[in-house]
């Protein structure tokens, strides 16, 4: 805590205190001994001069003794302030433990004058107050040549010096000297036992007990003490800003602003210089230092929605950038290139600037702006000291941009739930506006977020008959489930002839002959509910009352799966089955997919139903620091027809593992222009954008029910893959990857060019549908993936 230094602290000392040059005398007389001359003076005019100067032998009183012997006095006391240092440093010699002053150097008068008490000075002064720290160093003494006890209790004292002139503070060191210091005990000391001395050491701040123990009126200190300044301004306001950057808002904070501007205006003593800073996300190319009151760049403009750091280019800030150095301008007009950045500057009246990028983990976070209106002010001597300044401010931005990010990221799975990584650049762009707009007092929300002219990619590897063969196995367990409970009503009626067994027995025939043919609607629940609610309950029954049907009824309850209640065979194979195949195709995608985003960050959505379908979107607008050519587009379509062939072997492979058999049909839809997506934030999903891009959605939810014009067969076929089209390009495109896969044994050479029956809102659909090679060995293609191969297959 720092405390203002007031007379009333002096007066208040509870110890006298008395000036005496004995000590110094003596330390002369010892160093002149066997020596001829000393500092110019032979040995024998100095001693001379002692002896003419009896009052330096004893307490003085008065300070005005001392002017009888000015000369004398300014010898001794080149012992304590070399007359070569007398300029440059700062010292004083006072009375111990007061603020009377004898002889001090010219820039120690300055700051500390001896003839009046600067009430404006702060001191850093550990425990209560200044009169407590008197009085503890006072006791401290005592204690160390009175009663044996040395405690080393050095604590630094730190003065703030406000400066005149500029207004801006510095701070001093103080270092004490207690060389010619020495207390004299007057009459019997008081006895003090090591009890009694734990116990004042234990409490250390409390005066009224020390000063119990140690009584002021039986100590009195002689001697002077030297008191010197060393100038730490640097490292302590250094030190005061860290403390402000650690703050929460500590770039955000007003005060903290101002404490931090004046603090480096104290490091480089430039009252007149001021501080900016800018800071942004290097991801998403945006500026972030909205709504931090006095915290902002020196250069933005009023209206900065959308601003990105293309607002830099060519001016001092972009080369502190690129550069990663600071830029140091003396004059910005002797500047030769400015852009509006520079012409901006000038017009505020800047001509002196420091620009210095604020660089995280390699990434520029921010920029640090120093300006004075003065040329020359801030040079590459002085600029130096920013080596200690810029961790600290990078530090804050860092912190800062975090905790920024995590709020937009907040926000955003808020409105969104999961974002796909590839265009979350853009979903962040927006929280930042949001989060900018709120800051500034606005209502805002996130919009619908639209991606223009992507190219679609549509897959399907479908569960061939799957809902037949759901209801088939639904049927096979109803059906097994109601013969054994004939089986066991069968077993009771020998026990027990009682009608009510009959007439369940007979709903359990026309039961099993309602579903004999197949399920229709509600057949399902009606058996469930006939089980669940008329058997069941009749089994539990007797087989509380007639231990003899115990084992048939057991026998039969085994059977039954003990979660549902039924017998679940062949659903859990079937289920099984489907839970395994889809998981293959997943997880096989998962993979693929992964390696296809080092070729070209897309879009990648998949859902699982009876099969795995899924999505993929690639172009410009979902990118932001890449070039998206046609080239990749190609690439893709290829490299979905191998992964569609792949899937198709891997699946034919797994079918000997599986409980049971299920045939997999593979299909690709080709779009063949390109199309807006828009992620509806009601839906948190993407879906095309436009009424001309509906046909492509309403294709996708009917194609894998299409049949081949003008017959009973279904497009899709077990062993075959399905390119569904509409233009000849698209076709001459696919046929040549068909011939180049054809060529390495993904696919045979049995390929049908198709047309396909209207469907509801879609015609003049074609496909072309080729048979997969199940025997053929997986290529490997490399990071590369396809590119050299299209490129071969077009030039040829």
Not at 309 to 319: A, L, N, P, Q, V
Not at 349 to 368: H, M, Q, R, Y
Not at 369 to 380: D, F, I, M, R, S
Request: overall charge negative; aromatic content about 10%; charged content about 30%.
């Amino acid at each position: 805590m720092d405390h203002k230094i007031t007379k009333d602290i002096h007066e208040s000392f509870p110890f006298r205190s008395i000036l005496n040059l004995s000590s110094l005398v003596t330390y002369w007389e010892e160093n002149l001994k066997g020596k001829n001359v000393l500092t110019g003076y032979p040995a024998e005019s100095i001693l001379k001069m002692i002896e003419e100067a009896p009052e330096f032998r004893e307490p003085i009183e008065d300070l005005k003794t001392l002017d009888k012997h000015k000369d004398l006095l300014g010898l001794l006391m080149s012992a304590v302030f070399p007359t070569a240092m007398l300029e440059s440093e700062l010292a004083g010699a006072l009375i111990p433990f007061t603020h009377e002053g004898f002889y001090s150097t010219p820039g120690y008068q300055e700051i500390l004058p001896f003839d009046r008490i600067r009430e404006d000075l702060t001191f850093n002064i550990p425990g209560n107050d200044i009169k407590s720290g008197k009085i503890m160093h006072a006791c401290l003494i005592i204690l160390k040549k009175y009663y044996d006890v040395n405690i080393d209790l050095e604590v630094p004292i730190l003065v703030t010096v406000p400066q005149g002139k500029t207004g801006l503070d510095k701070v001093y060191k103080v270092e004490m000297n207690t060389q010619f210091t020495d207390v004299v005990a007057k009459g019997k000391l008081q006895p003090l036992d090591k009890k009694t001395i734990r116990h004042m050491l234990d409490n250390l701040y409390d005066t009224e007990l020390w000063l119990k123990n140690i009584e002021p009126d039986r100590f009195e200190f002689q001697g002077f003490t030297i008191f010197k300044l060393i100038d730490v301004t640097s490292e302590e306001m250094l030190s005061s800003i860290k403390y402000y950057l650690l703050r929460k808002d500590a770039i955000t904070c007003e005060q903290n602003f101002l404490a931090i501007q004046q603090r480096l205006r104290s490091i480089f003593n430039l009252p007149e210089m001021e501080l900016g800073i800018a800071y942004f996300d290097a991801n998403n190319n945006i500026i972030t230092n909205y709504g931090a009151n006095e915290w902002d760049s020196l250069i933005m403009p009023e209206h900065r929605d959308g601003l990105t750091c293309t607002y830099f280019e060519g001016s001092i800030y972009e080369r502190a950038y690129e550069t990663r150095q600071p830029v140091i301008v003396e004059n910005l007009e002797d500047l030769e290139k400015r852009t509006h950045i520079e012409n901006k500057l000038q017009e505020k009246g800047f001509k002196n600037v420091v620009i210095a990028p604020l660089i995280n983990a390699g990434e520029v976070v921010g920029i640090l702006e120093l300006v004075t209106p003065y040329a020359g002010k801030l040079n590459p001597v002085n600029a130096g000291r920013l080596e200690n300044i810029l961790p600290m401010f990078t530090s804050a931005v860092g912190r800062v941009l975090g905790e920024m990010r995590t709020e937009v990221r907040a926000l955003i799975q808020k409105e969104c739930t999961a974002i796909h990584p590839t265009v979350e650049w853009r979903f962040l762009e927006a929280g930042y506006e949001i989060l900018n707009a709120r800051r500034g007092g606005m209502e805002a929300t996130l919009d619908d977020i639209s991606f223009p002219e992507v190219y679609p990619l549509y897959g399907l590897s479908d569960i061939r008959n799957s809902s037949v063969e759901r209801s088939k196995a639904i049927q096979q367990d109803l059906m097994a489930n109601l013969k054994e409970v004939k089986k066991v009503i069968s077993t009771i009626l020998e026990y027990k002839k009682m009608p009510i067994l009959d007439e369940v027995n007979f709903r359990v025939d026309q039961q099993l002959e309602k579903i004999s043919s197949g399920l229709n609607s509600g057949d399902e629940s009606e058996v469930l509910r006939f089980l669940k609610n008329e058997v069941h309950p009749t089994f539990r029954h007797f087989r509380q009352e007639e231990s003899l049907l115990l084992p048939i009824i057991e026998e039969y309850e085994n059977k039954l799966d003990p979660q549902l209640g039924v017998i679940y065979r062949k659903r859990r194979d079937f289920e099984t089955s489907l839970m395994t195949v889809n998981e293959c195709i997943s997880s096989y995608l998962d993979r693929v997919v992964q390696q296809a985003q080092e070729i070209f960050p897309h879009y990648f959505e998949k859902y699982k139903t009876d099969g795995v379908e899924y999505n993929i979107y690639l172009g410009q607008s979902l990118v932001k620091d890449k070039k998206f050519d046609e080239i990749y587009l190609r690439n893709f379509r290829l490299w979905q027809l191998i992964t569609m062939c792949e899937i198709a072997r891997r699946t034919e492979s797994l079918k000997k593992e599986l409980p049971k058999k299920l045939d997999i049909t593979q299909l690709i839809l080709v779009h063949g222009d390109s199309l807006a997506i828009r992620f509806r934030k009601d839906e948190k999903h993407f879906d095309v954008d436009g009424a001309y891009n509906i046909r492509y959605e309403i294709v996708k939810k009917r194609i894998d029910k299409a049949y081949i014009k003008n017959s009973n067969e279904r497009l899709t076929q077990p062993g075959k893959l399905a390119i569904v089209y509409t233009g000849q390009k698209e076709a001459e495109e696919y046929s040549k990857y068909i011939i180049y896969l054809q060529s390495i044994n993904y696919l045979t050479d049995k390929v049908e060019h198709l047309e396909l029956q209207e469907l509801q809102g879609a015609h003049g659909l074609k496909a072309m549908r080729v048979e997969i090679n199940m025997n053929g060995r997986e290529k490997e293609f490399g990071n590369e993936m396809l590119k050299d191969v299209i490129q071969t297959i077009h030039v040829g």
